[in-house]
């Protein structure tokens, strides 16, 4: 089966993460990029089902030129060959024309029968994209997967709600989108760090991938950040001394904080 799994660079989690002066929109150069930690369970998830099953890996990128990197990860985990949607008019593009642009990539792709991704990214957390991209594609959707089974032209998941747990299935072509109890991601060895370097990318403007700059970019954005502020820094507290009062004291500061 051929799979198209969902990669993504985003700021690292342990970086400080902030917005731009200019445009209000992620200031993806002040922090380290790493590739999505949901997403290499995205790309576990997708090699483990072709290891299974028979065929390949494609991962899918759109981001600007250094998301190279977060793609040479997924390619030194085993993902076959990449495509990269990069180009500067994708610069604040929303949740809605990203799914839009991304299900114009996997459609061009040959005969796709699986679409993973993970349930959102730690950048945006929208984690309605996986569920656009089924939209716009006209797939079934299969999204919040802790288990994936595939059998034949049926793919069932182990779906993970507020509730609790559902069995679901479809027929392929579907898109799936995992949470993170769905596998512990593998390491990439030293020979597939090495391999990943002779692996096919396929760099695509939006002109290549026939999209039209009106339809992406923030002017085109149903939604934008128009002001924002850096978070205060945080306030020294109350230090207590217990000397024989320091209950008193608490429940003093409590009251004077109306909280009791």
């Not at 494609?58 to 390619?75: F, S």
């Not at 716009?136 to 779906?159: C, H, N, Y």
């Not at 850096?230 to 004291?249: N, Y």
Request: charged share 25%; aromatic share 2%; proline share 5%.
């Amino acid at each position: 089966m051929n799979i198209v799994v969902l990669v993504k660079q985003v700021p690292d989690t342990y970086s400080e993460r902030k917005l731009t002066d200019a445009d209000h929109t992620l200031d993806r150069e002040s922090a380290d990029a790493v590739l999505d930690e949901i997403n290499e369970r995205a790309v576990e998830e997708a090699l483990q089902l072709t290891e299974a099953h028979g065929g390949e890996v494609t991962a899918v990128c759109m981001g600007p030129d250094r998301a190279t990197d977060a793609i040479r990860k997924a390619l030194s985990m085993g993902a076959h060959k990449a495509v990269h949607l990069s180009d500067e008019a994708l610069h604040g593009t929303d949740a809605p024309a990203t799914a839009r642009a991304l299900a114009k990539v996997i459609g061009a792709q040959e005969s796709v029968d699986l679409v993973v991704a993970g349930n959102e990214a730690t950048d945006g957390r929208s984690g309605a994209v996986p569920a656009m991209i089924a939209e716009a594609l006209g797939w079934p959707q299969l999204t919040f997967a802790r288990k994936v089974e595939v059998d034949g032209s049926t793919v069932r998941i182990t779906r993970e709600t507020d509730a609790g747990l559902v069995d679901v299935e479809a027929s392929t072509p579907a898109v799936v989108s995992v949470t993170e109890k769905i596998n512990e991601p593998r390491y990439p060895s030293f020979k597939g760090i090495m391999a990943a370097k002779k692996k096919p990318v396929s760099v695509l403007t939006l002109a290549d991938a026939g999209i039209d700059a009106s339809e992406v970019g923030l002017a085109n954005a149903a939604s934008q950040v128009v002001e924002s502020a850096p978070k205060p820094p945080k306030q020294a507290g109350q230090k207590v001394t217990d000397e024989g009062t320091g209950g008193s004291q608490i429940a003093e500061y409590l009251v004077g904080q109306k909280l009791i």
